[in-house]
């Protein structure tokens, strides 16, 4: 039996697809997270032209981040479901047909003999990348969900904004930074006192 990927492939009418996704992994080393975005992506472009829409560069991209990101506004996100429902678009189908990094991970293992494993590189860049992009994402969320409590009887407020920072303190030197300092110095006053 065909896995998600090979049947959304098929019906969709994308037969390529698979195997540009495990071109993608083991000639440019895609990480799963960015596949998924690919996959996910041109299943909603194919949907798109199918209607006959005409598609910008990346249009398909940016319209996929509208209906998934937590970040975006509901009402940026309405407004792209009913451009493609207009379009003649079933949304929600074409959202059943979307699937998860760990579906294309299991596609590349089990169908196409695809190694998944992956050789993590840590640098302060990608620690920076990482939890900067965590932050952004609770930050929106925390938003969204003090704006859902706003006005009711036990909750008011105004205009809330959330900022999220983190201070990091070694234990060892007993100097405190905050993470973007402490990352752009390259660690704490540990190594100094050792020189």
């Given at each position: 039996m065909a896995c998600k990927v090979e049947r959304v492939c098929e019906r969709r009418g994308l037969p390529t697809l698979t195997e540009r996704l495990a071109e993608r992994r083991t000639e440019t080393g895609a990480s799963l997270r960015d596949l998924e975005r690919f996959f996910n992506r041109e299943v909603l472009a194919t949907a798109m032209r199918a209607a006959g829409m005409e598609l910008l560069e990346d249009e398909a991209g940016n319209v996929h981040r509208l209906l998934t990101d937590?970040?975006?506004?509901?009402?940026?996100?309405?407004?792209?479901?009913?451009?493609?429902?207009?379009?003649?678009?079933?949304?929600?189908?074409?959202?059943?047909?979307?699937?998860?990094?760990?579906?294309?991970?299991?596609h590349l293992r089990e169908?196409?003999?695809?190694?998944?494993?992956?050789?993590?590189?840590?640098?302060?860049?990608?620690?920076?990348?990482?939890?900067?992009k965590l932050f952004g994402r609770t930050e929106a969320v925390t938003e969204r969900e003090l704006s859902r409590l706003d006005g009711r009887g036990d909750f008011d407020a105004g205009e809330l904004t959330v900022s999220l920072t983190a201070r990091v303190a070694c234990e060892a030197c007993g100097e405190e930074y905050g993470l973007r300092r402490l990352l752009d110095r390259g660690g704490c006053g540990c190594g100094e006192s050792q020189t």
């Amino acid at each position: 039996m065909a896995c998600k990927v090979e049947r959304v492939c098929e019906r969709r009418g994308l037969p390529t697809l698979t195997e540009r996704l495990a071109e993608r992994r083991t000639e440019t080393g895609a990480s799963l997270r960015d596949l998924e975005r690919f996959f996910n992506r041109e299943v909603l472009a194919t949907a798109m032209r199918a209607a006959g829409m005409e598609l910008l560069e990346d249009e398909a991209g940016n319209v996929h981040r509208l209906l998934t990101d937590e970040d975006v506004s509901h009402a940026a996100r309405t407004e792209a479901r009913d451009r493609l429902t207009r379009a003649g678009i079933d949304v929600e189908a074409v959202e059943c047909d979307f699937v998860t990094y760990g579906t294309i991970r299991t596609h590349l293992r089990e169908c196409e003999g695809v190694d998944t494993g992956r050789e993590v590189t840590v640098d302060t860049t990608t620690v920076r990348d990482t939890v900067f992009k965590l932050f952004g994402r609770t930050e929106a969320v925390t938003e969204r969900e003090l704006s859902r409590l706003d006005g009711r009887g036990d909750f008011d407020a105004g205009e809330l904004t959330v900022s999220l920072t983190a201070r990091v303190a070694c234990e060892a030197c007993g100097e405190e930074y905050g993470l973007r300092r402490l990352l752009d110095r390259g660690g704490c006053g540990c190594g100094e006192s050792q020189t």
